[in-house]
């Protein structure tokens, strides 16, 4: 009998086989409700897994109202225990999602599995009636992407993808600034995240029980190819394309949110052009630590890039007509170009004097100085910065569960989220195939 069989039959009864007492539904229920949230109100969710990121968004889900976590999934014992840490609370646990998606007590469902699992589990809960918060990037591949998009539609369900900056209060500012116009037109953006350490690099460690018995492998591997038991590849996925996107599906579509949120892009890029390297994390990888895209979006040019291999402040920048912008770490700064109309004072330098002194004569009269009492106030540097416990995944999670409540429509739906990964996926098409990127909407396809 497989894990699955196994675990999926069990996860309702009572059980100490993991060293984790059980409780039934009924008791779950009784158990804990939020202070001063009606009951018809409160999202009963689980997650389905509980690494870094899963135990994070768990919290942030536990930290917004009317909330209320039922059960987890992880295929590492030590995740179900952590995830029941971090919940406070004793949880029914399984290996098996689809026994969390055979719940009637589960109305939504956080999906923080490594990549190439996303869209598998996804599309099983917006078929088993669940509202899903996937985390990003969205999908492993386009076709993954599309059927994620189809899923939500076919079984209207809210989906949405965790890419936390559609949320952030900066980001939302800093599309303000751009929508008045305060940039100008905007034809290039620049961004960045970059890191100097082995935890930067996915390097991380080990924990000492991971075995194949603490582990499911088999699940974990799913539609990726078989391979014998390998904790690295399990806890460094993203260091292998089987699994994840290396640096653009991990951190470009951060970068990629926060610009499609602020210009209001509502498709993927027309081309991309990469040059990366693989130069210091040699071992145990087949992705690159520097990657560097060159984007063309109809009306502006963006050039992303992330090292691994030098420290420096993450920033986005925007480059318009009347103003720049840029958000460095949390910090939002714009400042105006300087528009103030000139006499042409260079390129009249060779001409004969008189000519010179008629031509700034003449300009002088065309643009006469205000009266003294009619000077206008000019905008200058603006600086705006989120309080220092402000957390925008709260903002998000707090996002999604709203739509789960209401039936308003996700802030980040799999559309917008198919739109990104799929900018991610034509950086990784130009690095690896050493070519231009081209999106083919029509066919829904990357080519050369
Ligand atoms: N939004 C963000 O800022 C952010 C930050 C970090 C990670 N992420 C994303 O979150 C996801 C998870 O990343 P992580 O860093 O937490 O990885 P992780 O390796 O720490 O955790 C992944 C967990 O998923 C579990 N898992 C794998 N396949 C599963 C399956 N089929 N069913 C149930 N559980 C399964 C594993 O056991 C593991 O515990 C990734 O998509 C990643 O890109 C997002």
């Known amino acids: 009998m497989s894990h699955h069989q196994i675990s999926r039959r069990d996860f309702m009864r009572a059980s100490t086989a993991a060293g984790v007492t059980f409780l039934t539904p009924t008791m779950l229920q009784a158990s804990s409700r939020p202070a001063g949230v009606p009951a018809n109100e409160r999202v009963r969710f689980a997650s389905i897994g509980n690494g870094v990121r899963g135990c994070e968004i768990m919290r942030a889900a536990l930290a917004c109202p009317g909330t209320e976590m039922v059960a987890t999934c992880d295929l590492y014992d030590g995740r179900l225990t952590a995830a029941q840490e971090y919940a406070h609370k004793v949880l029914p646990t399984t290996k098996d999602y689809r026994a969390i998606l055979d719940r009637k007590d589960v109305d ?119 391979r014998p038991f390998d904790p690295k590849r399990f806890f460094r996925w993203r260091c ?35 040059m990366g390297s693989l130069s210091r994390w040699t071992e145990d990888r087949d992705v690159p630590d520097l990657v560097w895209t060159l984007y063309e979006y109809p009306t502006f040019r963006l050039s992303l890039r992330c090292n691994l291999n030098n420290e420096s402040p993450e920033v986005t920048r925007l480059f318009g007509t009347q103003g720049t912008l840029e958000i460095k770490n949390d910090v939002l700064t714009a400042w105006p170009q300087d528009t103030e109309p000139k006499p042409e004072d260079y390129s009249i330098l060779g001409w004969p004097e008189k000519l010179r002194n008629e031509y700034l004569a003449n300009w002088r009269k065309e643009h006469p100085s205000p009266e003294p009492g009619h000077y206008p106030l000019r905008e200058s540097a603006q600086t705006f910065q989120a309080p220092p416990n402000y957390d925008y995944t709260v903002d998000h999670m707090n996002n999604f569960m709203e739509s789960v409540r209401t039936r308003r429509p996700s802030v980040e739906d799999a559309v917008f989220g198919n739109h990104t990964a799929i900018a991610c996926h034509m950086a990784n098409y130009s690095y690896f195939h050493k070519a231009m990127a081209v999106w083919d909407a029509e066919a829904k396809q990357i080519r050369g």
């Open 108 to 226: 939504a469902v956080l999906v923080a599995v490594p990549d190439h699992w996303h869209a598998r589990i996804a599309q099983d809960a917006c078929a088993a009636g669940k509202d899903v918060y996937c985390e990003k990037p969205m999908a492993h591949t386009v076709d993954d992407g599309f059927a994620m998009v189809d899923a939500m539609n076919t079984h209207n369900r809210i989906v949405q993808v965790g890419s936390q900056r559609r949320s952030s209060i900066v980001y939302a500012k800093a599309k303000e600034l751009f929508d008045r116009g305060f940039l100008g037109q905007v034809n290039a953006i620049e961004a960045w995240v970059d890191r100097n350490d082995a935890s930067g690099a996915w390097v991380y460690p080990i924990p000492p029980d991971a075995s194949e018995t603490t582990i499911d492998w088999n699940t974990f591997l799913g539609s990726a190819p078989k």
């Open 240 to 274: 292998y394309q089987d699994y994840g996107e290396g640096l653009p599906g991990d951190l470009f579509v951060h970068l990629l949110t926060g610009v499609h949120t602020i210009l209001s892009v509502k498709a993927p890029p027309a081309r991309a052009a990469t």
